[in-house]
């Protein structure tokens, strides 16, 4: 029975949200570690596991319908699991992740709570477009956790500001690009995406906005930050496959094909971005 919910929190996912605010953490501390940084990090990894987890569950929650069609063999609609016992789970990862910030002060419980607040009311607002944005903006919350754990050091302000819009708008291009890709599909289902919102054309346009300002506010985060040369070539690179990716797609945005492998393209900048991220802290860096 309990290897049910561990499933529902998507264990994989919750320990990578966790891990995020670790190295969020570290790179904010310059990798120098102390006993108050060690319990920062044991309460950002519970932090982003939990919240994590909490979302979860509430997302096979609301799906469980659609899901005793589609994925009859998942615990919650193959009578494995129970939508009572699902939400107590749920209550119970979000008070957790919001009390274990108590420890660390007032911001971080703020901070949770807002990050934890959209990651749940996201599920029951999938079918609005603006919903998109709410992915984006729930991306950033490793990064903002982790500037704001470490003390809201002045001099990774600028830094931060660049690169969490970075992360929104890098986001938002890979959310339109899904959408466009999905946009048969979801008007079945009854979504509002963007691309049916305002059309395919135009959400070409956001498209090639997104491939030139999201790897330049990248490129700028660790010139005007402080950010190491390292950092700045490995988002130059990140920038370079994600933003060629977006405008061969723009081009020819009916072909499935193309759409597919940019997806998994735009990830793979994405993740190389991260990396990024985890070195701006490392080696020699850029000072103006």
Same mark, same amino acid.
């Given at each position: 029975?309990?290897?049910?919910? =561990?499933?529902?929190?998507?264990?994989?996912?919750?320990?990578?949200?966790?891990?995020?605010?670790?190295?969020?953490?570290?790179?904010?501390?310059?990798?120098?570690?102390?006993?108050?940084?060690? /319990?920062?990090?044991?309460?950002?990894?519970?932090?982003?596991?939990?919240?994590?987890?909490?979302?979860?569950?509430?997302?096979?929650?609301?799906?469980?319908?659609?899901?005793?069609?589609?994925?009859?063999?998942?615990?919650?609609?193959?009578? +494995?699991?129970?939508?009572?016992?699902?939400?107590? /789970?749920?209550?119970? =990862?979000?008070?957790?992740?919001?009390?274990?910030?108590?420890? &660390?002060?007032?911001?971080?419980?703020?901070?949770?709570?807002?990050?934890?607040?959209?990651?749940?009311?996201?599920?029951?607002?999938?079918?609005?477009?603006?919903?998109?944005?709410?992915?984006?903006?729930? @991306?950033?919350?490793?990064?903002?956790?982790?500037?704001?754990?470490?003390?809201?050091?002045?001099?990774?302000?600028?830094?931060?500001?660049?690169?969490?819009?970075?992360?929104?708008?890098?986001?938002?291009? +890979?959310?339109?690009?899904?959408?466009?890709?999905?946009?048969?599909?979801?008007?079945?289902?009854?979504?509002?995406?963007?691309?049916?919102?305002?059309?395919?054309? #135009?959400?070409?346009?956001?498209?090639?906005?997104?491939?030139? @300002?999201?790897?330049?506010?990248?490129?700028?985060?660790?010139?005007?930050?402080? &950010?190491?040369?390292?950092?700045?070539?490995?988002?130059?690179?990140?920038?370079?496959?994600?933003?060629?990716?977006?405008?061969? @797609?723009?081009?020819?945005?009916?072909?499935?094909?193309?759409?597919?492998?940019?997806?998994? @393209?735009?990830?793979? #900048?994405?993740?190389?971005?991260?990396?990024?991220?985890?070195?701006?802290?490392?080696?020699?860096?850029?000072?103006?």
């Amino acid at each position: 029975m309990a290897e049910n919910y =561990f499933k529902m929190i998507r264990p994989l996912n919750s320990f990578m949200s966790g891990l995020g605010v670790v190295f969020s953490l570290l790179v904010f501390n310059s990798y120098r570690l102390n006993q108050q940084v060690l /319990l920062l990090a044991v309460i950002g990894f519970t932090t982003g596991f939990t919240a994590t987890a909490a979302s979860m569950l509430v997302n096979d929650i609301v799906d469980i319908e659609v899901d005793r069609v589609n994925k009859p063999w998942k615990p919650l609609p193959s009578g +494995r699991a129970s939508v009572k016992a699902a939400w107590i /789970l749920t209550v119970v =990862f979000s008070a957790v992740s919001v009390a274990v910030n108590i420890i &660390a002060g007032p911001s971080l419980v703020v901070v949770t709570a807002a990050y934890l607040a959209i990651g749940l009311l996201y599920n029951f607002m999938r079918k609005h477009w603006w919903s998109q944005f709410m992915v984006s903006a729930s @991306t950033t919350g490793p990064i903002v956790y982790g500037y704001v754990a470490s003390g809201l050091p002045r001099e990774a302000l600028g830094f931060t500001i660049l690169f969490t819009l970075t992360i929104f708008i890098v986001n938002t291009g +890979r959310e339109v690009l899904k959408a466009v890709q999905d946009v048969e599909g979801d008007k079945a289902l009854g979504y509002e995406t963007i691309p049916l919102k305002i059309g395919v054309p #135009a959400s070409i346009k956001i498209l090639k906005a997104c491939s030139v @300002t999201g790897p330049l506010t990248g490129v700028l985060a660790g010139v005007l930050g402080g &950010a190491s040369i390292l950092y700045l070539a490995l988002i130059l690179a990140a920038g370079y496959l994600y933003s060629s990716s977006l405008l061969k @797609t723009c081009m020819n945005p009916g072909d499935k094909q193309a759409l597919e492998k940019s997806r998994r @393209t735009t990830l793979r #900048a994405m993740l190389l971005g991260l990396v990024a991220f985890w070195a701006s802290r490392i080696g020699f860096t850029i000072s103006f």
